[in-house]
């Protein structure tokens, strides 16, 4: 509408100049190089307009064919990236597919065509990966850690790799230099504390933990638990180095970090202990005790209160069992000592407690408990007969209680950092075992699963062709 009104103005104003001109011709003279016009001044402005005109038309043409080779590269540029545009397609729905050896040659195909982009090189990482071929899959994620608008991606992939590998010395700078740009993800700050811990350096485990929190990557219990673990770890290596009073100030700040952890309680007390602080140590040890009962807080609260006597280490228990009556680890553990003592109407009743504690009615009586009525019954006032029973029952009694991994299900005798199966940090815990105890796998951090998972058949959702645990797909 507004181009009609122009020309219409425009056409108007030549009309009116037409009929001007007409009206007034006058004459004009023109004397150059020998050379004489007459004219009027109508025909001289026409000649002048038509001058424009041509000039003006001259200048659209040259540019037009100076604009040329511009269009055609960008004509052509707009077909590469279409058919880059298709490439990447087809390659992400052969990835889906598991067909990794079209996704590979679709990504070779988006990458020549669209110049390196960052997802025909993501594209092309990961179809090589589940081609097994890693070299063309490092390359890839070398590519994109050279970009500044992909460097996280190729980092991330770099870690996979050396974290399927086993190479973590590979994968701690690099996962350190993604947690710089990515301060806030909560799978990368697992993944730091958890290579950090592998490599024994728990200052800086407890410094990434810190830090962690901070940020909000990680929950802040989870955080303090193993900001406990740390500092327990700290303390042992303050106490090799001679230095015994740093290393309890460590376990008493693990001990109130981590207080279910009964090897940081009892490694305060014994500290304490040995610096001449027995009410102290004491002190700890119900602490932890009243946090989450076991069996070595039990052992060594009867060394450091009740000294070396049989009758004082069963006065001691029996001081123990009573901060927690309900728990069975205290009275089978006050039975045993008074069984030590021959105290055997006190280790009746404290192994009865033990019984009704454990729900033994129903069969669930461990096989140390059973142990313990099989011992009554041989050295006490029974019936010797049932000492049979309870030793024939023992042979059924559930497992005793070990340090279960939270991760892989595996059980440990001795609590450790990791866990000694699938090397995870922090997820050993003091319950009983299910039936199967053994482990499942080596379990990986989530960064060293891939970022494009492929369909698990027998699921329906995304897994992985490389057979890694369940903790590999999770992100914390």
Known sequence: MIRLLVALVVVAGAIAAGAFFAGNPGAVEIVWQGWRIDTSVGVLAGAAALLALVVAALALLVA???????????????????????????????????????????????????????????????AAQRQGDEAAARRAYAALRQRPDSEFLGLRGLIGQALRAGNDAAALPLAERAQRLRPAAGWLADSVVLLQARAGDWAAVHESLVEAVRRGALPADQARHRRGVALYELSRRAERDGDRRRAAGLAAKAQAMAPDLAPAAV????????????????????????????????????QIAGGSRPLERAAALQKLADLDPQAAEGRLAAGEAALDAQLWGEARRHLDLALAALGAADGRASR?????????????PDDPAAARQWLDRAIAAPRAPAYVCARC????????????????????AWRVPEAA????????????????????VATGRAGTQSGLAAAAQSDK
């Open 64 to 126: 037009a064919v100076r604009r040329v080779p511009r269009n055609f590269r960008r004509r052509r540029a707009d077909r590469r990236r279409r058919l880059g545009e298709t490439a990447l397609t087809r390659g992400l729905v052969a990835l889906a597919a598991g067909d990794a050896g079209e996704a590979q040659r679709q990504a070779r195909r988006a990458t020549a065509l669209i110049d390196n982009s960052p997802t025909a090189l993501l594209l092309a990482a990961e």
């Open 437 to 456: 105890g053994e482990a499942i796998g080596a379990a990986l951090p989530a960064a060293a699963a891939p970022m494009l998972p492929a369909p698990d």
């Open 368 to 380: 140390r408990l059973c142990l313990a009525m099989a011992r009554l019954a041989e050295q006490g």
């Open 267 to 302: 490694q305060h007390a014994r500290l304490l202990a040995e610096l001449g602080r027995r009410r102290a140590a004491t002190k700890a040890l119900e602490r932890g005790w009243r946090a989450a009962p076991h069996p070595d807080l039990a052992r060594a609260y009867a």
């Open 409 to 428: 299900g595996a059980a440990a005798e001795l609590w450790q950092p990791q866990c000694p199966y699938c090397g995870q940090f922090d997820t050993l």
